[in-house]
Every structure is written in C-alpha cells, then in structure tokens.
Nanobody, 123 residues
Framework: LQLVESGGGLVQPGGSLKLSCTAS????????YGWFREVPGKEREGVST????????RYADSVKGRFTISRDKDKNTVYLQMNNLGPEDTGIYYC?????????????????WGQGTQVTVAS
C-alpha cells in the first residue's frame, strides 16, 4: 500500500484547509487511516482516525469541533477538513494506514505512511 498526501499550505489564523490522502496498491479498502501531526522537538501525534470499517472515528481533544475526517472508498481517499485553524495546528501532517485497524490514535498501530504535507498557520 502507498499513500500520497496533498492539500497542505500556508493559511491565516481562522482559515481552513482540506487535506487528502490517496491510497494505492493492495486492498486499500481494508485499512484504517489516520492523520498525524509532527512538529520539531515533539513526537508525532494522532489528530484524527477512521477505522477500516468506517464506523469508528476519533479526534484528538485539541481538534474536536474544528476538524472532520471523511473517507471516499470509491476514490480510495481519506480527507481531513480543518477549520478555524490556529498557529498550534502548524506542522507536517502525515497519513498513516493500518490493515484491518480499529482506527486508534496511537502511532504504533500504523505501519504504512505517506511523505507528509506541510501545514503552516500564520498571519
């Protein structure tokens, strides 16, 4: 399985971005997917995840009410709609995948990663 993220960029505080993660290769339908954020000096942390069945969605407390994860199985793509962005949301956003996963927020569950996309929130 290969993952390609897109949609990052520079946005002003209060703005919005929509990230995409497109999967290709063997059986992308059976994977759980998650968005994770990495900033210098800190460990990569879970932002939002969706289970392989699509029935369980999780968000980090810091993004609840602002971010929405969704999945288009026909396009093998997972999205992260990010609204009301703040400087604290700045980082490299990675898409991770776990075969038949429950969609946990912990990074240890994921063994396939994309290359990341930079999100910078600044005025």
């Amino acid at each position: 399985l290969q993952l390609v993220e897109s949609g990052g960029g520079l946005v002003q505080p209060g703005g919005s971005l929509k990230l995409s993660c497109t999967a290709s290769g063997e059986s992308p339908y059976y994977y759980a997917y998650g968005w994770f954020r990495e900033v210098p000096g800190k460990e990569r942390e879970g932002v939002s995840t969706i289970s392989s069945r699509g029935d369980v969605i999780r968000y980090a407390d810091s993004v609840k009410g602002r971010f929405t994860i969704s999945r288009d199985k026909d396009k093998n793509t997972v999205y992260l709609q990010m609204n009301n962005l703040g400087p604290e949301d700045t980082g490299i956003y990675y898409c991770g995948a776990e075969y038949l996963g429950p969609g946990a927020l912990g990074i240890s569950e994921y063994d396939t990663w994309g290359q990341g996309t930079q999100v910078t929130v600044a005025s």
